[in-house]
């Protein structure tokens, strides 16, 4: 299967199934001399891992990452850095009704068009178990990032059309309810209607609202590779993201340009912009200002109510789904964001060491 890996000098390539021995990620184009360890990746990996609470699927996976190569005496060593998270809690029974049926929603009937055989045990490569070796990239990724001022921020805008509200945001509270809500008021109204849901044997979604910070103007690239496009990429390759924006998105389309430009000002010396409605990328390349980028989750495609279906050998038939599911893939989804958008932004920034002949020279001083 092609389409593994991501990027160009900041490169990842992750594999595995939810059923196989393990799941994991190769990154190659990593800068050497970096501090790195267990701890650094198993942070990020722990936000996303199952059995957080009742509002993500109840699998208790330990998700423990082990590193392979690339460090040495606690530092990246610029070679290929391989990272394993054994699998530990399959239970391959809890499966064996979707067999041969297609769920509605999820990528079983596509998977058979293409391949004519697939691994039904939890999606394969379809399961959102596949973000782990994203999630363990973009923490090394992110960490890279952090050593030249530049920082992420992911967290739930809204979840089944609750949104997070101005006057309430509050970055503390992202890490203290159920949701990476950083609106504790939202946040509760969303347990209600996520309690409701789960009796109801339905799911829910929402938006991930991510901002990255520190990015100087001048990276990404103006044609095929803009920064713009690459993020789009990045974030829609996830499972369940069917919708992407950056800035103002989709919302532009109804503005007036006087009501969308952002006008330029003179701030010590240097140009900047007096609003943000471009979120942070002009023409492809980053203007200085947060980038923003946001990602529309779909509700978790296998829900226990009774749906309309086919099987493999073309009858209609009904299908519930009593496996361990999210009811909502918002919460686990928010670091995986987060990461790709790290991998695209240090990929972009390396991309452009060589952008001009100044910078070249200054590599080579
Ligand atoms: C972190 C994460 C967890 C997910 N958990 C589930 C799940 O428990 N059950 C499920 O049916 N889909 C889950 N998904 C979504 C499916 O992977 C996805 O809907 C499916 O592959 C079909 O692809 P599409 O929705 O992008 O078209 C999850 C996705 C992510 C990113």
Same mark, same amino acid.
């Given at each position: ?92 029974? &809890?499966?064996?009704?979707? *067999?041969?049926?297609?769920?509605? !929603?999820? /990528? ?7 391949? #004519? +055989? ?102 990404? &690239?103006?044609?095929?590779? *803009?920064?713009?496009?690459?993020? !789009?990429? /990045? ?7 069917? #919708? +992407? ?121």
């Amino acid at each position: 299967m092609a389409g593994s890996s991501f990027g160009t000098l900041f490169r990842v390539t992750t594999w595995g199934e939810t059923h196989g021995a393990g799941v994991g990620v190769v990154i190659d184009g990593c800068p050497a001399g970096m501090e790195l360890c267990q701890e650094d990746i198993q942070k990020y990996l722990d936000r996303r891992k199952p059995g957080q609470s009742k509002y993500t699927t109840q699998r208790k996976e330990g998700d423990q990452v082990e590193i392979m190569s690339g460090i040495f005496e606690g530092k990246t060593t610029g070679t290929p850095i391989s990272l394993i998270v054994r699998n530990k809690n399959q239970k391959s029974k &809890d499966y064996s009704n979707i *067999k041969d049926v297609y769920r509605p !929603g999820h /990528a079983d009937f596509t998977y058979d068009m293409k391949y #004519g +055989f697939r691994d039904y045990r939890g999606g394969g490569r379809s399961s959102g178990r596949e973000t782990i070796g994203r999630v363990a990239a973009g923490a090394i990724a992110a960490k890279v990032l952090s050593e030249i001022g530049i920082t992420l921020k992911a967290y739930a805008k809204a979840i089944a059309g609750i949104e997070i509200s101005t006057e309430n945001y509050n970055e503390e509270e992202i890490f203290c309810n159920s949701f990476y809500m950083p609106d504790a008021d939202a946040a509760k109204k969303v347990e209600a209607y996520a309690d409701q849901m789960i009796k109801d044997k339905d799911s829910i979604g929402g938006i991930i609202e991510c901002v990255i910070d520190g990015v100087k103007p001048g990276i990404g &690239d103006p044609a095929f590779d *803009k920064l713009s496009a690459d993020l !789009g990429k /990045a974030i829609l390759s996830i499972g369940a993201v069917k #919708g +992407f924006e950056i800035g103002d998105g989709f919302a532009v389309a109804s503005k007036k340009g006087s009501e969308n430009n952002d006008s330029f000002v003179m701030k010590d010396g240097k140009p900047v912009k007096q609003s943000n409605h471009s979120g942070g990328v002009l023409g492809g390349i980053s203007d200085g200002s947060p980038i923003i980028l946001r990602a529309a989750v779909k509700p978790t495609p296998s829900i226990a109510q009774t749906q309309q279906t086919v099987n493999k050998n073309g009858e209609n038939v009904e299908i519930e789904i009593h496996g361990r599911h999210d009811p909502m893939i918002v919460p686990r989804a928010v670091v995986v964001v987060e990461s790709m958008a790290a991998i695209t932004v240090l990929d972009a920034v390396l991309r452009n060491l060589g952008a001009t002949m100044n910078q070249l020279k200054k590599l080579y001083e």
